[in-house]
């Protein structure tokens, strides 16, 4: 009876040990594969906008490695990317990264302006393969979905009153002022926006940005999980990171259509 109980013993830590050893190995698996991704990006990119740097001779060569003629193309690239966002007559967003701005432009008007207050981007937008990162946003990013703190649209729903002796003033206090703003912008081109408000928030108002930031998470984990499955590297994002101030920031979020377009300078 002993003896049984002990082989039962044994053969619940063996199953242990081996689910353990499962689940270390997928782990790395996992994390191996999530490391390739930036890496198949880049490759990805210089694939679909290729940019010849070599040149065919030494002279080419020279200035394909200026600093100054990089500098040229990087506001080339830009012109380039503002000039198609006129053409559509909608509201656009550029993205000054070297000045630090954010402008809501109208046909190339800028009609509104912002300061960015921090700034971060991914390691491959400032790889030293530039010219095909630059080749990609000559052409506008079109945002094709986003995720959002705020509402784009807010509602207000109201029962009409039969006669002027139902009528009640709105009391409900105005929020749309401090709510907290956080919001992501994805576009067709992989590359995903992030905008955060520069005030520090109020401890009831951390516990919905943790959330937000959860769900996100959890949703862009599961669609690498199941890459994974499929023996494929999760697709990596490239991605800009900017703090605006609250107000900015809600501003630009509500008067940039739904598939609107954005214009960055790196």
């Keep these: 009876m002993e003896s049984e109980i002990n082989k039962t013993e044994s053969g619940k830590r063996s199953t242990l040990m081996s689910l353990l050893i499962i689940l270390l190995a997928f782990l790395i698996y996992y994390c191996v594969m999530v490391m390739l991704g930036p890496s198949i990006k880049l490759k990805e990119i210089r694939k679909k906008y290729p940019a010849d740097q070599s040149g065919s001779d030494n002279v080419n060569g020279r200035i394909y490695s200026d600093s100054l003629w990089l500098a040229l193309f990087k506001e080339k690239a830009f012109l380039q990317s503002k000039i198609a966002m006129a053409q559509t007559d909608s509201v656009s967003l550029s993205l000054n990264l070297a000045d630090s701005t954010a402008n809501l432009e109208i046909s190339g008007v800028i009609v509104h302006s912002s300061r960015i207050k921090r700034i971060y981007t991914s390691k491959i937008l400032r790889s030293d393969n530039e ?9 506008p990013l ?27 003033p709105d009391i409900l206090p105005d929020t749309s002022g401090i709510e907290p703003v956080r919001y992501i912008l994805k576009t067709d081109k992989g590359v995903s926006i992030y905008v955060y408000q520069e005030e520090k928030t109020k401890f009831r108002d951390k516990v919905g940005l943790f959330l937000f930031d959860l769900n996100y998470r959890l949703r862009r984990t599961i669609i690498s999980f199941k890459s994974v499955i499929l023996l494929k590297a999760p697709e990596y994002q490239p991605f800009i990171r900017v703090k605006l101030p609250r107000a900015d920031a809600k501003i630009l979020y509500r008067a940039i259509p739904r598939k609107g377009h954005v214009a960055v300078y790196l």
């Design 131 to 139: 010219y095909a990162i630059l080749s990609m946003i000559s052409v």
């Design 142 to 168: 079109t945002i094709t979905r986003d995720y959002a703190t705020i509402k784009k649209e807010p509602v207000m729903i109201k029962m009409a009153p039969k006669d002027t002796s139902e009528y009640k």
